[in-house]
């Protein structure tokens, strides 16, 4: 596996990974198994608080892994605290993980279950950090709050996001997105798991403070099976292969506590 030419398959998926990026056997990787009766309830901890309404989107695009919509962070217009974080980290961009037709492809697995597909919100500790860049090296330099999706009705505004997907099809596709604002895509219920890990791709920087929500959001087959009309590939290659199953499996816990909000 060359430089940063990593991706799901079989020669260059999360079992190769480490050959390039050590850390991928690390002792705080990401995602986990989580498991509810081995949770800590922590009185301590309170709720989560999102305010995302002077967010301003400006593009989503498929960068090979992925397809992603980023956000200004040049100030702390959207951002998330409270929880387990000391201060206001800011939204960066979102993204999602899924998997194969009729596959589930969440990240995190709650006693051993998979959920269809997970959402990650990446904010960062703009108090403590310059740049993005920086506190994605540092030990509380990020927070993702991750949202498991699981299959039945259709949500109604993931639609804004499924019938854009038609642009961004190839790797290295963007385009505008703007006006998008991401608590439409929160559950009813903030309450969460909580511990500390890492990126679950390259470069697996172990800098994550993970949020897991406990309630998933409810998306149809069919809004699904829209993500799986992207490629992994690029418009100029010969190759087709469509994304999906752009997960990594759980990793070792090793001696980790998860934290659970009551
Ligand atoms: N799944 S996740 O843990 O929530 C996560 C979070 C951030 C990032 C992220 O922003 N990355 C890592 C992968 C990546 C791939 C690209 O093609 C790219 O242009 C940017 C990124 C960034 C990144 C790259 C280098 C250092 C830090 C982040 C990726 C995944
Ligand atoms: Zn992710």
Same mark, same amino acid.
């Given at each position: 596996?060359?430089?940063?030419? *990593? #991706?799901?398959?079989?020669? /260059? @998926? ?6 390039? +990026?050590?850390? &991928? ?61 000391d201060n206001p980290y ?7 993980? *899924? #998997?194969?037709?009729?596959? /589930? @492809? ?6 051993? +279950?998979?959920? &269809? ?65 991401p608590k439409c895509l ?10 500390? @890990? ?65």
């Amino acid at each position: 596996m060359t430089g940063n030419q *990593w #991706g799901y398959g079989k020669e /260059d @998926g999360p079992s190769a990974w480490h050959r390039s +990026y050590p850390v &991928a056997k690390g002792s705080r990787q990401s995602p986990i198994d989580i498991i509810p009766e081995q949770a800590f309830h922590d009185n301590s901890l309170g709720p989560i608080i999102a305010n995302y309404d002077h967010c301003t989107s400006i593009n989503i695009s498929n960068n090979g892994h992925s397809v992603v919509v980023e956000f200004v962070d040049s100030d702390n217009r959207s951002v998330i605290q409270g929880g387990p974080l000391d201060n206001p980290y800011r939204l960066k961009q979102f993204h999602f993980h *899924w #998997g194969g037709k009729g596959c /589930d @492809g969440s990240e995190h697995t709650v006693a051993g +279950y998979s959920y &269809a597909s997970e959402l990650h919100l990446v904010h960062w500790n703009a108090v403590k950090y310059k740049t993005f860049a920086e506190a994605a090296t540092a030990p509380d330099g990020l927070a993702v709050l991750g949202i498991f999706l699981k299959t039945g009705d259709d949500h109604r505004w993931l639609h804004t996001i499924t019938d854009a997907l038609y642009m961004v099809k190839y790797k290295g596709s963007v385009t505008d997105f703007r006006g998008f604002n991401p608590k439409c895509l929160l559950p009813s219920s903030l309450h969460y798991w909580t511990y500390l @890990g890492s990126l679950t791709t390259p470069p697996l920087h172990e800098s994550v403070v993970w949020i897991v929500l406990k309630q998933p959001i409810v998306v149809s087959d069919k809004q699904m099976g829209k993500f799986r009309t992207l490629l992994f590939t690029g418009e100029e290659e010969e190759e087709r292969i469509r994304m999906e199953n752009n997960f990594r499996p759980p990793q070792p816990l090793q001696g980790r506590k998860v934290r659970s909000s009551n």
